[in-house]
């Protein structure tokens, strides 16, 4: 009996918005990172403190609002900017569409405030407790979301404000912090699956390689990237035993 209620009390600690918050650490430094870059770039493009806080905390994504500083400096019309940001955050919908089925205890506005905040990271760290404890709570994902959330906006702001003393960021290797944040939590979810499973994974990997560099011989880069995220989504949840 003892160790019955250890285990139901261990579960409640894991769902705790503290257990979330500390989860969210590891992916800190590329947040932190990549925020810095961007408030850089964002000076650089000639946007305000205020926009750049503002894009942080209204578009919430690295890579579109990276796209949006490039469209901005170069004269580009709002609506190709509004699309092109559509576009990219497409990949939003996937993931929450996987993560959502784990959430259908909660309610639509609450499961509306886990999507918004939802990001390639904390996906990854998301997908990772499901893949080890087949459960996600609310707490936990609050403590997750919004530490991850309000890191992001902090670091792009303060990116901002130096901005004037890092004129490279390149040269502090911070564009390929976001790379090996992802590696990371690649290796992390694949060491917690079987041998078949993790096979599987592999040859799904490989799909993406694969239908990435055809489809870039006939669309731009990040259609490519988007339409061959859909394809091999698709044949991993058909041939998903």
């Not at 919430?60 to 190709?80: C, D, E, K, T, V």
């Not at 309000?150 to 911070?174: D, K, S």
């Not at 976001?178 to 990371?184: E, G, N, P, Q, S």
Request: hydrophobic fraction near 55%.
């Amino acid at each position: 009996m003892a160790t019955e209620v250890k285990e139901v009390n261990q579960s409640f600690s894991d769902d705790s918005f503290l257990q979330g918050a500390k989860d969210c650490v590891p992916t800190l430094l590329g947040y932190i990172s990549i925020g810095l870059a961007f408030g850089v770039v964002g000076v650089t493009s000639k946007l305000s403190i205020l926009e750049i806080f503002l894009l942080s905390a209204l578009v919430y994504a690295g890579s579109a609002q990276f796209i949006f500083a490039g469209l901005y400096l170069a004269g580009a019309p709002m609506y190709i900017m509004v699309i092109t940001t559509f576009i990219v955050n497409l990949r939003f919908f996937l993931m929450s569409l996987t993560v959502a089925p784990h959430l259908t205890r909660y309610s639509a506005l609450r499961n509306v405030g886990f999507g918004s905040l939802l990001t390639d990271e904390t996906f990854g760290v998301a997908i990772t407790k499901i893949g080890r404890e087949q459960y996600l709570g609310g707490r936990w994902m609050d403590g997750l979301n919004l530490t991850a959330y309000f890191t992001w906006i902090a670091a792009c702001v303060v990116g901002g404000l130096v901005g004037n003393w890092i004129p490279n960021a390149e040269a502090f290797g911070l564009d390929y912090a976001l790379v090996a944040m992802f590696i990371a939590l690649l290796v992390l979810n694949l060491a917690n699956v079987n041998k078949r499973k993790l096979m599987h994974y592999l040859k799904l990997i490989g799909c993406v390689f694969g239908s990435l560099y055809i489809l870039s011989y006939f669309m731009p880069s990040h259609l490519a990237v988007l339409l061959s995220t859909i394809i091999v989504a698709t044949i991993g949840v058909l041939t998903e035993k």
